[in-house]
Each structure stands twice: as structure tokens, then as C-alpha cells.
């Protein structure tokens, strides 16, 4: 009989905060089980083992930084573009400092035979497309200029996490330069494609 209380998406909203508090890669069945004081089988009437898991803590994930980026976005839609760069860029890193866990979860690229991940993987880059069409890219531009702006913005928080950053200066000013820096790349790249 399953445990009182005990859902499948309560299962899965403890598994990503038990995520944020030992990392995505180290999730265990034991470790969540031990949370809610019950055995490991337990968990097997609520969540097929530790992939589906996972899954859940992605599709969870993907679907909070979706929302947190679309905030950003709408927040800023009236301002020019850098101004919504630089909203997006500061929305993204300030999700993945509050769920380092989560945010792990979300950089697989979703596999092609999972729709369901495919979708919440393409509600993100949605925001991040709709961004970079009022810079004026589109199409195969448009993915460049967005693997770019991810790599950028994944590689600063994945050191940032890490302890990475050993220099005496100041990393939220670092953080500033490097979005300027992607904002005049990105302002470019028009100009490039059209001459």
C-alpha cells in the first residue's frame, strides 16, 4: 500500500530539492527514501527507480527556468535589446545559484525518442529565440547566436559553482562584462549575416 502523502510529484519535488542539496549527479534512491523515512521499495509504487526520477527532476527543472526566463523577457519587453540580455543572462544565473541541483538537470540535451522532454527543452529556447528575433536572427543565425549565448552563460555558472573563480575581483562585475561582451557579439551578427 502506498505511503500517505506520498505522490508522484511529491516524490519528484523532494528529489529536486534533495538535488540542489547534494547535487544533481550524486540523487540516490536511498538518499530520497531516507527522506521520507521510508524503504527504497517504497518509492518503486510512486516512481519507476532512479531514471524516472531524474527525468521528473529535469522536466521540473526545465519547466521552472522556462518560467523564470519568460519572466525576465516580459519584464523587459518594452527595453531595448541589450536591456533584455541582460535580464535574461541575470535571470539564468541567479536560477542556477538557487538550484544548482535543478540546473545541472536542464543541460542534457533532451533525446530524440522523449517528446515530453523535447518540449519543455523547446519552451526554453523559445524565450531565448523570441530574444534574438528582435536582434534580427532567425533561422540557422538564430541557433548559433543561441548555443553561443547558452555556452556563455553555462560556462560562467558551471565555474561560478564550481569555485572557479580564485582572481581577486569582482565576479558579478565579471558576470556584467561578460554579457556586454555577448550583447555587442550578438548586435553584430546582424550586420555580418546581411553584408
Known sequence: MPRAGLTPSVVI???????????????????????FGVAVPSLYKHVGGLDDVRRGVTM???????????AAREA???????????????AYRGY??????????TVRAAPPDEPVHRAASD???????ALLAGRGLAGD???DA???LRAGLHGFVALEAAGGFGLPRDIDRSFERMVEGLDRGLGALPERIGG
Not at 13 to 35: H, I, K, S
Not at 76 to 90: I, K, Y
Not at 123 to 129: D, F, G, S
Open 13 to 35: 519535488a523532494e528529489a529536486a530539492a534533495l538535488a540542489d542539496e547534494v547535487g544533481y549527479e550524486q540523487l540516490t534512491l536511498a538518499a530520497l527514501a531516507a527522506r
Open 60 to 70: 521540473l527543472a526545465l519547466g521552472e527556468l522556462g518560467e523564470v526566463l519568460v
Open 123 to 129: 519552451a526554453v529556447l523559445h524565450t531565448v529565440l
Open 96 to 105: 542556477a545559484r538557487a538550484h544548482p541541483g535543478r540546473y545541472a538537470a
Open 141 to 143: 543565425d538564430a541557433i
Open 76 to 90: 523587459t519587453v518594452e527595453l531595448d535589446g541589450s536591456a533584455q540580455l541582460r535580464a535574461l543572462a541575470d
Open 146 to 148: 543561441a548555443r553561443a
